[in-house]
């Protein structure tokens, strides 16, 4: 019997994991990161991103971090993904994968070809 998954993040989720992977960002940040990474595609919303990051938040999948400022009243929040967040995105990731493979198997894509 094959190894249990973890159940699938929903799109959203994975796309701020994924902005946060490699460095800190504030709220705008983010969105213009999973713009700009989906070409226009994928578009969060102020107020639905600042409710997922406080849901985020609150399960430990990422944490708010001082910027790269002296942080002032005002100022944006910065967060950073935690070892809980790294760890769903890469079993985001790994899911994902694996369903290209079998989508690759089953010739629906090319090699190669997105």
Partial sequence: MPARR???LPPHVFQIL????DRDLH???IMHDVHERSGGGVRLWPGALYRTLRQME???LIAP??????????SPRYFRLTTAGRQACAAEAA?????VAVARARRVLGKGRP
């Fill in 65 to 74: 971090t001082p910027g790269p400022e002296t942080p002032e009243p005002g």
């Fill in 18 to 21: 994924l902005a946060l992977a």
């Fill in 95 to 99: 899911r994902l994968a694996d369903l």
């Fill in 27 to 29: 709220g705008l940040g």
């Fill in 58 to 60: 609150r399960s430990g």
């Fill in 6 to 8: 973890a159940a699938a």
